[in-house]
């Protein structure tokens, strides 16, 4: 019933509700969320006509002949041991020299990678506890800290993802002050929002810098398998041979984000602080046995290869609209992976005036300002290419030429 409807005597009003509240919800932002607008390049998901519907009911089927009693019934905390041991194969593929095999004891499974940064929050961030993150970076990441009490503290970031002498310098200075950080967030493929991609030497000095600090990394790898330029560089988890580094994966970009299947491969001593956290009696022993069966079949390989041609066109058709409708007023990196294009504004426009502007003509695009934890951004739009087809994906980006004109011409 709507407010203006509840009698008066409610015996619980939203007031009361509102009185209840845990401090943590006053320190979050609002999480993004479907745009109803015409053309939405605010949320980034996945395709929908890519979406594995036949492979993944045929995945099922066989999942529940296979053993439906241990399908349906609670599956434990850490997970379906084969799926575990196939993330680990994946794992290991880019295994240095002399590295201790990654084995199914070194991945947990969760729901989605989401799941997974708030089981490493839960086990390891304390209220006032030091958090380090890129600017800008993921909005979900920095709730998922604050809402377990961190402070954020921000690290900057380039073209080429986060920048480790300034890393070092902001790890020297938390040393210094006493209060040295728990933990470093990084993406290090296809960041969202950026698009960036850590280069292979600031791979190697990132995990040397967290190292000297003691800082352990969770490196968040959400996008990887939307490899559009190539296969990925090793990963954070692989450079540290396993060590000191919590490396969150998911189905959900090239799977589907409705699975809600997801893992965070560490060292053991790790996963077993982060299987005990948790108090959810695990994830769906269903779903990870569907999983199995779908990444295990023939269909899985040419699936993931046809989202990389599916999202290669989307990302050339939205850098070329981009070219020829927004040039004068933005420019961008085209990226290597993942779903984003980081569009930086030209001298004097805002990102909410042409977010707002945007909107007027029917288009989502989501303002920078909220990939910061301690403000800036105002300079940036992110647009996501992965969604719309290409026709859609030029008209929308015409119609975002026309909102950023609107905008120019109030401030000149
Ligand atoms: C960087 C990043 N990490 C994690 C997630 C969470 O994904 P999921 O929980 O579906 O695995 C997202 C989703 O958009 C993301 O962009």
Same mark, same amino acid.
């Given at each position: 019933?709507?407010?203006?409807?509840?009698?008066?005597?409610?015996?619980?009003?939203?007031? !009361?509700?509102?009185?209840?509240?845990?401090? @943590?919800?006053?320190?979050? $932002?609002?999480?993004?969320?479907?745009?109803?607008?015409?053309? %939405?390049?605010?949320?980034?998901?996945?395709?929908?006509?890519?979406?594995? $519907?036949?492979?993944?009911?045929?995945?099922?089927?066989?999942?529940?002949?296979?053993?439906?009693?241990? @399908?349906?019934?609670?599956?434990?905390?850490?997970?379906?041991?084969?799926?575990?041991?196939?993330?680990?194969?994946?794992?290991?593929?880019?295994?240095?020299?002399?590295?201790?095999?990654?084995?199914?004891?070194?991945?947990?499974?969760?729901?989605?990678?989401?799941?997974?940064?708030?089981?490493?929050?839960?086990?390891?961030?304390?209220?006032?506890?030091?958090?380090?993150?890129?600017?800008?970076?993921?909005? =979900?990441?920095?709730?998922?800290?604050?809402?377990?009490?961190?402070?954020?503290?921000?690290?900057?970031?380039?073209?080429?993802?986060?920048?480790?002498? $300034?890393?070092?310098?902001?790890?020297?200075?938390?040393?210094?002050?006493?209060?040295?950080?728990?933990?470093?967030?990084?993406?290090?493929?296809?960041?969202?929002?950026?698009?960036?991609?850590?280069?292979? !030497?600031?791979? *190697?000095?990132?995990?040397?810098?967290?190292?000297? &600090?003691?800082?352990?990394?969770?490196?968040?790898?959400?996008?990887?398998?939307?490899?559009?330029? =190539?296969?990925?560089?090793?990963?954070?988890?692989?450079?540290?041979?396993?060590? =000191?580094?919590? &490396?969150?994966?998911?189905?959900?970009?090239?799977?589907?984000?409705?699975?809600?299947?997801?893992?965070?491969?560490?060292?053991?001593?790790?996963?077993?602080?982060?299987?005990?956290?948790?108090?959810?009696?695990?994830?769906?022993?269903?779903?990870?046995?569907?999983?199995? !069966?779908?990444?295990?079949?023939? @269909?899985?390989?040419?699936?993931?290869?046809?989202?990389?041609?599916?999202?290669?066109?989307?990302? %050339?058709?939205?850098? *070329?609209?981009?070219?020829?409708?927004?040039?004068?007023?933005?420019?961008?990196?085209?990226?290597?992976?993942?779903?984003?294009?980081?569009?930086?504004? &030209?001298?004097?426009? %805002?990102?909410?005036?042409?977010?707002?502007? $945007?909107?007027? &003509?029917?288009?989502?695009?989501?303002?920078?300002?909220?990939?910061?934890?301690?403000?800036?951004?105002?300079?940036?739009?992110?647009?996501?290419?992965?969604?719309?087809?290409?026709?859609?994906?030029? *008209?929308?980006?015409?119609?975002?030429?026309?909102?950023? *004109?609107?905008?120019?011409? !109030?401030?000149?």
């Amino acid at each position: 019933m709507p407010p203006a409807d509840r009698p008066s005597d409610d015996p619980f009003p939203e007031a !009361q509700v509102e009185a209840l509240l845990a401090p @943590a919800v006053h320190r979050l $932002a609002a999480p993004t969320s479907l745009s109803p607008l015409p053309y %939405d390049l605010n949320a980034g998901v996945p395709d929908r006509a890519t979406l594995p $519907a036949d492979a993944l009911l045929e995945a099922a089927r066989r999942a529940l002949a296979e053993d439906a009693a241990a @399908a349906l019934t609670y599956g434990g905390q850490q997970g379906y041991e084969p799926l575990r041991a196939w993330i680990a194969g994946r794992e290991s593929r880019d295994a240095r020299d002399g590295a201790a095999p990654v084995t199914a004891a070194h991945v947990t499974l969760t729901s989605g990678s989401a799941h997974g940064l708030d089981n490493i929050a839960a086990t390891f961030v304390g209220e006032g506890d030091i958090v380090v993150v890129g600017a800008p970076t993921y909005p =979900g990441a920095i709730r998922t800290f604050r809402a377990r009490g961190a402070t954020i503290v921000e690290s900057p970031q380039d073209d080429d993802g986060l920048v480790p002498s $300034a890393l070092a310098r902001v790890l020297d200075t938390r040393r210094m002050t006493g209060r040295q950080a728990k933990l470093l967030y990084v993406q290090s493929n296809y960041d969202n929002p950026s698009g960036a991609t850590l280069p292979l !030497q600031r791979r *190697e000095a990132i995990v040397r810098i967290a190292r000297e &600090h003691g800082v352990p990394i969770v490196e968040d790898d959400a996008y990887t398998g939307i490899d559009l330029a =190539g296969p990925p560089l090793p990963s954070l988890f692989s450079i540290a041979g396993g060590r =000191g580094v919590m &490396h969150c994966g998911t189905f959900s970009k090239t799977v589907a984000t409705g699975l809600r299947v997801g893992w965070i491969a560490a060292q053991p001593e790790i996963v077993r602080r982060l299987v005990f956290m948790r108090f959810d009696n695990g994830s769906s022993p269903f779903l990870h046995r569907l999983v199995h !069966q779908f990444v295990t079949s023939k @269909a899985y390989e040419p699936h993931v290869a046809r989202l990389r041609e599916v999202y290669r066109e989307r990302r %050339d058709a939205s850098a *070329e609209a981009l070219r020829e409708f927004c040039e004068p007023y933005v420019t961008f990196r085209t990226p290597a992976g993942g779903f984003f294009h980081w569009l930086h504004l &030209h001298v004097g426009l %805002d990102g909410r005036a042409v977010a707002q502007a $945007a909107a007027e &003509h029917g288009v989502a695009v989501t303002p920078g300002a909220g990939y910061y934890a301690s403000g800036g951004g105002e300079d940036r739009v992110r647009l996501v290419f992965s969604a719309l087809p290409p026709e859609d994906l030029r *008209e929308a980006i015409r119609r975002l030429g026309q909102a950023l *004109e609107d905008v120019a011409r !109030q401030i000149e």
